[in-house]
């Protein structure tokens, strides 16, 4: 059963890892490592992967604000890998998922920025003043603008949390689109659903963006980045 197989696997190298960072001797460039042998396991049952725009970073020199869709389990498994080793990365999480089991620990290891996602005033106040503190750390941050995961992206769900953030650390704010369903939602467990290997994997990495103003204008191209690139990957 493909869905058995790549849990099972999944979920030992999670313990594995969380063992290690409980020793203090789980590196970052492991979790990159990692995140490149989980998606290894997802193309050896069939999962089509598509990584496209890494040249984008290249002349990019980090920290920077990267703002995503969010679709499912599985980018935050493995984003840092796509991202690659040069940006250390961050994520602004739910608090819930720092108490985890192992996963949790791993996650808590990369100092995220935890939020409620039950009070938007509190929130905006964690991530602004944290989320600058990890920037001038020279650490990226990663922002799912959506309170939810959902398979299908919905522009009026995106708020601009991202954008602020990268304004006021005055950094580029990084377009990532991606499709990850193969991953599903689990109906007991909901980070551990059903893996469909007809269900490409997609991710589209966008050119940097300034901040200018308000951030309107940019706002409005990270969208649209995310919309174009998704229909590319469903057709």
């Known amino acids: 059963m493909i ?15 969380a063992i290690k960072t409980k020793k203090g001797k789980y590196t970052y460039e492991e979790l990159v490592i990692d995140g490149l042998k989980i998606l290894d396991i997802m193309r050896n049952v069939g999962c089509k992967i598509s990584i496209k725009g890494t040249e984008n970073l290249k002349k990019l020199k980090p920290p920077c604000v990267f703002i995503a869709n969010h679709m499912s389990t599985l980018e935050t498994l493995v984003l840092p890998a796509v991202i690659g080793k040069d940006f250390r990365v961050t994520f602004v999480v739910k608090n819930s998922l720092l108490k985890y089991p192992f996963f ?28 600058l503190k990890r920037l001038q750390e020279g650490i990226s941050v990663i922002v799912f603008p959506q309170a939810t995961r959902e398979v299908v992206f919905d522009s009026t769900k995106f708020n601009t949390l991202g954008i602020k953030l990268a304004k006021r650390a005055n950094v580029a704010a990084v ?14 467990f909901k980070d551990f659903g059903k893996i469909d290997p007809s269900k490409p994997i997609c991710f ?5 963006l300034y901040i200018e103003d308000k951030g309107v204008r940019e706002h409005l191209e990270i969208i649209q980045f995310i919309e174009n690139s998704l229909k590319k990957c469903y057709n």
């Open 3 to 17: 869905t058995l197989r790549v849990h099972t696997s999944v979920v030992k190298k999670i313990i594995l890892s």
């Open 104 to 131: 949790g620990k791993i996650l808590s290891a990369l100092n995220p920025i935890p939020v409620t996602r039950k009070n938007p005033k509190e929130d905006y106040r964690v991530v602004m003043t944290e989320g």
């Open 204 to 208: 589209f990495i966008g050119k940097p």
């Open 175 to 188: 377009p990532i689109a991606l499709r990850t369903d193969a991953w599903g939602v689990g109906k007991i």
